[in-house]
């Protein structure tokens, strides 16, 4: 009896255990300055504090405790990227510290969701631009401002059949 009384206190406890994520790699061209890593867990509109991850002979190395897939705000001399991470995920990076976005290169479990979201991010029909969009919508028909955008879902709909499997993402990023 004292065994599943144990057993049933416990389970709570197990359930709600934080899976660890692992993030680590090399600084190419360092600069002085420090790794700064932002887990927003809150989405509350306040950006919460930086963990701070020293860079060590141009390496790093941080483990940190996530509940859910999430995404973490990577910042190095003044420039800054997101890293999509699941609990589990260990990622090996390479960072260009002259140019973070353009020079990052990626491995390990989680690093094929963040290859996927990179590529997406640069392409054309993700980028918006604001007062092409007005115009476009004032000066078409309802029925071609509709065509419109359907054009641009198509797009994106193919991009992604064609890159889904080519990048191998996880099942949690692919219904995010």
């Known amino acids: 009896m004292k065994f599943l009384i144990f057993i ?8 709600c255990a934080q899976a660890k994520v692992n993030l680590s790699g090399l600084v190419t061209n360092p600069i002085t300055g420090d ?33 859910k ?13 997101q890293l999509y991470v699941e609990p589990g995920d260990s990622i090996n990076m390479q960072v260009n510290a002259t140019d973070l976005a353009g020079g990052l290169q990626l491995a390990g479990k989680g690093a094929a969701n963040n290859k996927f ?12 631009n604001a007062s ?20 641009k879902k198509r797009t994106f709909e193919q991009f992604f059949e064609e890159h ?10 692919e219904k995010y």
Request: proline share 5%.
């Open 69 to 81: 897939a999430q995404w973490v705000k990577f910042r190095y001399n003044g420039q800054a990227i």
């Open 132 to 151: 092409e969009l007005k115009d476009k919508m004032k000066e078409s028909s309802i029925d071609a401002w509709e065509i419109f955008l359907f054009n």
């Open 117 to 128: 979201w990179m590529a997406f991010a640069n392409q054309t029909f993700n980028k918006p």
């Open 35 to 67: 790794i700064e890593l932002v887990l927003n867990t809150h989405y509350i509109g306040e950006e919460p504090p930086a963990d701070i991850i020293p860079i060590v002979k141009q390496k790093f190395n941080h483990t940190f405790s996530i509940q």
């Open 8 to 15: 049933c206190s416990i389970t709570p406890l197990l359930l």
């Open 164 to 173: 889904q499997t080519e990048y191998n993402i996880s099942y949690d990023f």
